[in-house]
């Protein structure tokens, strides 16, 4: 009896597993789920621990073991959707981002969102001219620590910290005296939702980009926003298609196709290539859900929808949420008093340092060299030995755009439009969560090894902590060495092998 009793509580204790959710402010939440617990339970865990009423704007992300990005679906068992080793670790994230995120009935719902597009900006996904760059982190600026204090923020005193993956001393200069001379006064509350605002203006608001190429060999980023459907190339956004104009959706191994109806019945299908057929599989299902998310008028009109012409072939999906109308609609009749905020802006973030945590990452410290070069290596042999989820590279200034025939840009809604001064390439984008300390060196690495220019921080650095010509040669050599095979060019190589992600980590 006492043995039948002992082997029922091992194979219970078999059932649970240990989760450990990241959240938009890097802190952790950790619980017990039971082996066949569905998505839906662990979210709703997560939403009551932070208050959240407002929730269908969220989602939970992972990193699979062949380290492609994942929503968790709420109606499939957690465990068997990870397919990796317990205890089990992932990223609470915006999936939704909302029309008009200023009007957003709870505070701490904008907190969150607030909190996202402050990861956006500073991994590169919301990119944006020089002008509002700065504006936007003066607004960080405000709402973290407050008016402009001559007793405590000295001269440069912006330079310290880091908003963007790169900053220059003329914006450092123009996010100081906005904060200076523009915000004194605001609250942290107010700062947030002037900052929510103002990036919802933005080309790039609610864009979570997916590497692609276009039928000429291209690098381009799609992405799914409140709006529609967007392709970046280069600094430019080359195309925009509403989502009342996409009519399907429909991917076959590596191959993605929009059909597009527009005016005049003039008729579209958009062609790209996505790096694996998992990763067109991913971009595949987060068109689908955001297409019936910002489309429809009702969840009762949600379909399941086929990958294939065939109903019977192909992958079948369908999104199990509420639909954003509804949201709204629910949103309006919440009553109760406002929960309160915990900002966090003091607690020490792994891939999105705060303001207040510290200067700016600088060069790789002698001391730490050998371990960052070991990291690299490991990293790269990992590549060697898998073709998942290889990032493409970005274009550069002078890329143009070679349109598919059948893809006119005639239409209005297919305007271009300049997005930034600097080429979209949001190279954290694709990296795990949390971005290891070394991944953010390693650019500065992969610069220096490429011959491309330090940032100011870089070019302050004393000789003694960055690495010399002749170590920077060697590395290179064994990136070249080991990337040899790949069938690109030796340059292109190297960055790719600088991209690949390390660990499979939850992603951004």
Request: net charge positive; with cysteine.
């Amino acid at each position: 009896m006492l043995s039948r009793l002992m082997s029922g509580s091992s194979r219970s204790l078999e059932r649970e597993y240990s989760c450990t959710v990241r959240l938009l402010d890097d802190s952790e939440y950790t619980c017990t789920i039971q082996r066949d617990a569905k998505g839906q339970y662990l979210f709703d865990l997560l939403c009551h621990h932070l208050n959240l009423l407002e929730k269908d704007y969220f989602g939970i992300r992972f990193v699979d073991p062949d380290k492609q990005r994942h929503w968790l679906e709420f109606t499939k068992s957690v465990v068997k959707q990870l397919r990796s080793q317990p205890p089990f670790t992932m990223c609470f994230r915006v999936k939704f981002y909302p029309v008009d995120p200023a009007a957003l009935k709870e505070e701490i719902t904008r907190y969150l969102v607030f909190l996202q597009i402050k990861r956006d900006l500073y991994h590169g996904r919301l990119l944006c001219k020089t002008s509002d760059a700065a504006l936007l982190a003066a607004y960080i600026l405000q709402a973290e620590i407050g008016d402009y204090d001559p007793g405590k923020h000295p001269e440069g005193y912006s330079s310290k910290f880091q908003f963007f993956p790169k900053h220059s001393e003329k914006l450092e200069r123009k996010i100081a005296e906005i904060h200076k001379t523009e915000l004194s006064g605001q609250t942290p509350a107010t700062s947030e939702l002037n900052f929510l605002r103002k990036a919802q203006t933005l080309e790039t608001y609610g864009v979570d980009p997916h590497p692609c190429k276009d039928v000429s060999g291209n690098a381009a980023f799609l992405a799914f926003t409140p709006f529609g459907f967007v392709v970046l190339q280069g600094n430019k956004r080359v195309h925009f298609i509403k989502w009342n104009e996409v009519t399907k959706l429909k991917f076959e191994g590596k191959t993605f196709y929009l059909y597009v109806s527009q005016k005049e019945e003039k008729k579209i299908i958009l062609t790209y290539f996505a790096p694996t057929p998992e990763a067109c599989k991913h971009l595949w299902k987060c068109g689908i859900e955001n297409q019936a998310f910002y489309k429809l008028e009702k969840s009762s009109q949600v379909r399941t929808v086929s990958s294939s012409n065939l109903f019977f072939k192909g992958s079948r999906f369908r999104y199990s949420g509420r639909v954003a109308k509804e949201v709204m609609e629910s949103s309006a009749k919440i009553k109760r008093e406002p929960p309160e905020i915990h900002r966090a802006g003091m607690v020490p973030s792994r891939s999105c340092p705060s303001i207040t945590h510290g200067p700016r990452l600088s060069s790789v410290p002698r001391t730490r060299r050998r371990a960052v070069h070991i990291s690299i290596m490991e990293g790269l042999e990992s590549l060697r030995d898998s073709a998942h989820s290889t990032p493409v590279r970005s274009s550069s200034h002078g890329d143009t755009f070679l349109p598919h025939a059948r893809s006119s840009r005639a239409d209005s809604n297919e305007r271009v439009a300049v997005i930034s001064d600097e080429a979209y390439s949001p190279a954290d984008s694709v990296l795990p969560t949390p971005v290891a300390e070394h991944s953010l060196e390693l650019m500065l690495l992969s610069r220096q090894i490429n011959g491309a220019t330090c940032s100011i921080e870089e070019e302050k650095e004393s000789e003694a902590s960055t690495p010399t010509a002749a170590e920077a040669e060697a590395l290179g050599g064994e990136l070249r060495a080991l990337c040899q095979g790949h069938g690109r060019p030796e340059e292109e190589q190297a960055m790719v092998c600088l991209q690949n992600p390390l660990s499979g980590e939850p992603a951004h």
